[in-house]
C-alpha cells in the first residue's frame, strides 16, 4: 500500500498551488500499514503539506496570517499554533497537525474553524487583544454568527508528561457551563483509554497546560464573548500520522534539541495513523457534548 506521508525536500509545485481542503496528491514516496480511514489520513496529510508545513512551517508567503471557515453548528475549532508563530520576538515553532486536525474535526461536526496558515510578527495565544489581529477576528466571529463554543487546539512534544491536556484555567472559561472541562476530559479518558495506557502518560485536567494565562485564545474568548472555552493540547504520539525517516521535522528544530529530542524521534518513528483517526474520533464527540450543553 503506498500512501502520501512526509515528503522529503521541495513539495511538488502543484501541491504547493493548493490551498483548498479536498483534494489529495500521492506520489507514493512512503507508506504506512494503518487500518485507519486512508482517505482522510490521505486529506489530513494533503492538507498538513499545502497549508502548514510549506517554508518550513511558515506557510505560503502570498497567504493570509489566518482563516475563518464557516460552519452550520456554533461552535469554532482554533488553531493559532498551526504554523510558526513569533512569541516575544522569538520564534515559537509550528505545532504538526494541530492546523489540517482542527479543519479536519471542523469539516465532520460542521464547526467554524480558524486556524493560523503563515508566520505573522506575533503570537496568538499569548500577546494582548489589542495587538492579535487573530483573537480580534476570532471574537467578531464568535458574536457575527452566535458562536457559543471554542475549542482551541494546541500541540505538546512528545515528552510531555500528559497525552492529552484540557485546560479551562481552572474552570474559568466554563463558567456558563460548570463541570463542562471534567466531562470533557472525561470523555477524551474514555475514548483515548487504549493509547493513554499504551503511553503511559494520563488524560488531564488543568494541569500543566490549562490556558491560565491572561492572554490565552480560550480565556480572551471567554471572557469577552462570555461563552464557554477549552484548550485542548495534544501530544506527539496522538497528532502526528507520518513517519519522518528517522529526522527532525522541519519548523520544529527549535524545541527539540537536548533532552526531548530522543523522546520526539522515537514517537515519531512509530508514527500511528490510527492514533490520530481515534484522536479526530474523540474530538468530534467532545465538541458534539460539549455543544448540547452549550448550544
Ligand atoms: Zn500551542
Redo the contacts with the bound molecule.
Sequence with gaps: MKKLLYVEGDLPAALLAQTGFDSAANDGQTETNSGASEAILDELIACEFARFSVNDYRGLPNAPAFEITGGTLPAIISA??AVTSVRDGKIKPS?DY?GAIALTVAKRTGCHAIVATRTDTGDP?WDELASSPYKQALCDHVRANGIKLVIDL??MVAASPALVAVGSADGETVSHAPGLDARIASLLRDELQAYSTRHDKPIVLNGQYAARGHNTVARTVARECSISALQI?VATQLRVPARHKGHTPKGEKVPFSGKQLPAELAARKVADPAAVESLIGALCKAVRLALGEVG
Design positions: 493559532p499554533h505545532e494541530i495565544n494546541h500541540g493540547e
